[in-house]
């Protein structure tokens, strides 16, 4: 069945990677002022490109990363009200926003200032683009890469480990230190298990050290608050768990979780839109 206005859940078939394409000039167009500099960062740019794969043919990002220097969130809201809807702050102060296309379902925006980046405040030190790709957890989203060429010169592209992340199709942990860890957790399996990615030593131990004291309640806590719903019970976490624990234990270096072929698929499909009443703030990295 089609998603229709109400439904808390958008078919990837719904919007064309063409029109999320077009939705984010039109933001970047509005972000192209004198003195702001904007980078499309993290989980869109890996989605576009994972995306890209005959498997996923059409697949579009949950919503688009933009992070943006020189600006002042007070200055976002106002050069983006007519263009996109505020939903809410994230919580880190970022901005969640959304466009409204004639289908019906939206384009979803998480929209913030460079100097709100949790990574920079935590370490104290002054924010720099290039410097972002370090604060990220997951090394499959730690890139950056200037929405518009600058006229004189090339586009801005800063990564780590990021398309090496990609090209080999394994996570791994890029910047530990992180205010929410169960997020972390529950957002590497689930990512773990939608990519078909297997994860390394060092996030599968971060991954049993964070369980082993939260539980598996933590997790469905954590989904909760970064989707706005739960997309793996607890009966699939635990078994994934498992599965992780065996492989770390029988020391392998490549971990991964076993996905049925028609669970794989409901991951790419599954995503929640913006303004569900169960939304909850999600972290912007």
Request: aromatic residues 8%; positive net charge.
């Amino acid at each position: 069945m089609a998603p229709t206005r109400q439904d808390p859940r958008v078919s990837l078939d719904s919007v064309s990677v063409r029109t999320v394409q077009e939705a984010i000039v039109e933001v970047a167009l509005k972000l192209n002022r004198p003195g702001w500099s904007s980078y499309l960062v993290g989980g869109t740019l890996r989605d576009l490109l994972v995306g890209a794969d005959s498997r996923h043919r059409g697949v579009e990002p949950r919503d688009v990363d933009i992070i943006v220097g020189g600006a002042s969130r007070e200055q976002l809201q106002d050069v983006l009200r007519e263009a996109l809807v505020l939903e809410r702050l994230t919580r880190f102060g970022g901005l969640h926003l959304s466009k409204r296309l004639s289908s019906g379902s939206r384009v979803l925006f998480d929209i913030w200032t460079l100097s709100d980046t949790w990574g920079f405040r935590w370490q104290n030190i002054t924010p720099r683009i290039e410097d972002f790709p370090g604060t990220t957890f997951l090394n499959i989203d730690a890139c950056a890469i200037e929405l518009l060429q600058p006229p004189g010169r090339q586009r801005g592209l800063f990564a780590k480990g990021f398309f090496e992340g990609i090209a080999n199709r394994v996570m791994d942990v890029n910047y530990v230190p992180n205010p929410y860890p169960y997020v972390c957790v529950a957002r590497a399996l689930v990512l773990a298990a939608r990519l078909n990615f297997t994860i390394t030593r060092p996030l599968a131990e971060f991954i049993l050290l964070q369980t082993a004291t939260g539980g598996i309640d933590a997790l469905i806590e954590a989904q909760q608050s970064h989707y706005g719903m739960v997309r793996c019970d607890a009966r699939e976490l635990g078994m994934w768990l498992h599965q992780i624990r065996r492989q770390f234990d029988s020391r392998q270096r490549a971990i991964g979780i076993e996905v049925s072929r028609a669970r794989y698929l409901e991951l790419w499909r599954d995503y929640p839109i913006a303004g569900d009443s169960r939304s909850h703030p999600r972290a912007s990295t």
